[in-house]
């Protein structure tokens, strides 16, 4: 059920009040990030900040949680909210913070630990606070969270992309220590022709498999991302 507004009168039917909703002021306050992503070298920066940005017109209250993802790419992959500072490799400030209209304001992430042998991989919510609104007519307040991937990466990092075909199918391993992002997937005809594109990307995490169906029964290309570069591979 729908509450009406000034310029909504009161309906029963779902049709009237979907009606109404589209006539209810919208409170919104938007948030956008500089990047999504971050890296960690071990022996790189401890230090990367995200830049947040209102775009809206009233303040923007935010709040963090770290999760730490086990198994990640798999079946099995978990991911748990860690509530104890001390017991994690990564640090975010500030826990909370208030973004006014047209400001922008720091993130910080710190790499606390020691590498290991294997990527790290965590996740940062970076979620508004919903307060009360205040409205004389029906309001409906829209807000968007976005979580942040962290990689932190080993000493000696390797990714190790190893592929199988069978016909029209092909199947990606990653058996290295680092994680192998295949994406601008193509494939092109023997003969000539157009080539096809596939709307497909997959970030290969170590010990990950990813099998899928060719639409021709020819060579196929990707671009493959480890860490900053990125390479034009050729999987026949």
Same mark, same amino acid.
């Given at each position: 059920? $729908?509450?009406?507004? /000034?310029?909504?009168?009161?309906?029963?039917?779902?049709?009237?009040?979907?009606?109404?909703?589209?006539?209810?002021?919208?409170?919104?306050?938007?948030?956008?990030?500089?990047?999504?992503?971050?890296? $960690?070298?071990?022996?790189?920066?401890?230090?990367?900040?995200?830049?947040?940005?209102?775009?809206?017109?009233?303040?923007?209250? %935010?709040?963090?949680?770290? %999760?730490?993802?086990?198994?990640? *790419?798999?079946?099995?992959?978990? !991911?748990?909210?860690? %509530?104890?500072?001390?017991?994690?490799?990564?640090? #975010?400030?500030?826990?909370?913070? +208030? #973004?006014?209209? *047209?400001? !922008?304001?720091?993130?910080?992430?710190?790499?606390? *630990?020691?590498?290991?042998?294997?990527?790290? +991989?965590?996740? +940062?919510?970076? !979620?508004? #606070?919903?307060?009360?609104?205040?409205?004389?007519?029906?309001?409906?307040?829209?807000?968007?969270?976005? @979580?942040?991937?962290?990689?932190?990466?080993?000493?000696?990092?390797?990714?190790?992309?190893?592929?199988? /075909?069978?016909?029209?199918?092909?199947?990606?391993?990653?058996?290295?220590?680092?994680?192998?992002? %295949?994406?601008?997937?193509? @494939?092109?005809?023997?003969?000539?022709?157009?080539?096809?594109?596939?709307? !497909?990307?997959? /970030?290969?995490?170590?010990?990950?498999?990813?099998?899928?169906?060719?639409?021709?029964?020819?060579? #196929?290309? $990707?671009?493959?991302?480890?860490?900053?570069?990125?390479?034009?591979?050729? $999987?026949?």
């Amino acid at each position: 059920m $729908f509450a009406a507004g /000034r310029t909504c009168t009161f309906a029963v039917t779902f049709v009237a009040a979907f009606a109404c909703l589209l006539c209810a002021h919208t409170a919104q306050a938007d948030m956008s990030l500089d990047r999504s992503i971050l890296t $960690f070298d071990a022996d790189g920066s401890p230090r990367q900040d995200v830049e947040i940005t209102n775009t809206g017109s009233e303040n923007l209250y %935010l709040e963090t949680e770290i %999760l730490r993802v086990s198994e990640p *790419g798999t079946d099995a992959e978990t !991911r748990e909210r860690v %509530l104890d500072p001390d017991a994690i490799d990564l640090l #975010v400030t500030p826990a909370r913070l +208030i #973004v006014p209209p *047209g400001a !922008r304001r720091l993130l910080r992430i710190v790499n606390l *630990g020691e590498p290991a042998d294997v990527d790290r +991989i965590y996740r +940062i919510n970076v !979620r508004p #606070v919903v307060g009360e609104l205040e409205a004389d007519t029906t309001a409906v307040k829209v807000v968007i969270a976005y @979580q942040l991937l962290v990689i932190l990466r080993p000493p000696d990092p390797q990714p190790n992309l190893v592929w199988e /075909r069978n016909g029209r199918q092909i199947t990606f391993t990653n058996e290295g220590n680092s994680n192998v992002l %295949l994406f601008n997937g193509a @494939q092109c005809p023997p003969d000539g022709g157009d080539c096809i594109e596939l709307n !497909r990307a997959q /970030r290969l995490y170590a010990g990950n498999s990813w099998t899928f169906d060719l639409p021709l029964d020819a060579a #196929v290309e $990707f671009t493959t991302g480890i860490g900053q570069r990125n390479v034009r591979q050729r $999987f026949n």
